[in-house]
């Protein structure tokens, strides 16, 4: 089954900087890959996704990078903000049925 | 827009004791998940359910029970409340995808706390 890999497990930065976390999944045939923030007593919630037949994708100060070859995906937050401080955890699918197979979770810190 | 409600935010329950977690979704979704979220663990998938009345085990099943008598409602049951059994627990459900995933929509979770 699919097993998924994230790195780090924490992550302090600066106000403005830029912050990256990876992913490293096991089963080549996976072809979907969503990470989820959690902010501090709240709820998971979808931010960004990518499928298998894209390498990258956007939205605003956040991007997701594929590397199918090499089997790994990251996540990108550009110019950190305050409320960028969260837990984010990655996944990939898991058989069928929607099922996902989660991160163990990376928690960010942005320092102002 | 999407509301899942979890039918407490915080329980406190003895060693031994049957506790029921009930998750509601108003979305028609026809998935629902039961995780646990434990620090360094990430998300650990518990049982899924994809229809009323079927059910599959997850990862760590032990010691849990699980009923979907109605579409809107996910009940995860501990039988025997133990205290390696206190931790956060999410509810989810998605719609069914033909071909691809679709997002999951959590609940705000149930903090349990086995004395």
């Known amino acids: 089954g699919e097993n998924v890999e994230q790195h780090p497990s924490t992550l302090s930065v600066q106000e403005g900087d830029s912050a990256v976390i990876k992913c490293t999944y096991s089963?080549?045939?996976?072809?979907?890959f969503p990470w989820y923030k959690q902010e501090l007593g709240k709820r998971p919630q979808l931010i960004i996704d990518?499928?298998?037949?894209?390498g990258e994708k956007k939205d605003q100060r956040i991007a997701v990078t594929l590397n199918k070859t090499a089997k790994h995906f990251s996540l990108h937050i550009t110019e950190t903000q305050p409320e960028d401080s969260a837990v984010y955890f990655c996944?990939?699918?898991?058989?069928?049925?929607?099922?996902?197979?989660f991160g163990a979770g990376t928690i960010l810190r942005v320092k102002s | 827009d999407v509301k899942v409600t979890q039918s407490s935010r915080y329980l406190v329950k003895r060693t031994g004791e049957k506790v029921f977690l009930e998750c509601v979704q108003d979305m028609d979704h026809e998935n629902m998940f039961w995780y646990r979220q434990d620090p360094g663990l990430g998300l650990r998938l518990i049982y899924f359910s994809y229809d009323v009345k079927m059910k599959e085990k997850g990862d760590i099943p032990e010691g849990y029970s699980v009923s979907r008598e109605k579409k809107e409602r996910f009940s995860l049951i501990l039988e025997s409340a133990s205290t390696n059994q206190t931790s956060m627990y999410l509810c989810a459900s998605t719609s069914l995808g033909q071909l691809s995933y679709n997002e999951q929509f959590f609940g705000p979770g149930t903090r349990l706390t086995v004395l």
């Open positions: 990518i499928r298998s037949n894209v």
């Open positions: 089963d080549s045939a996976s072809n979907y």
């Open positions: 996944a990939a699918p898991r058989e069928y049925g929607n099922k996902l197979v």
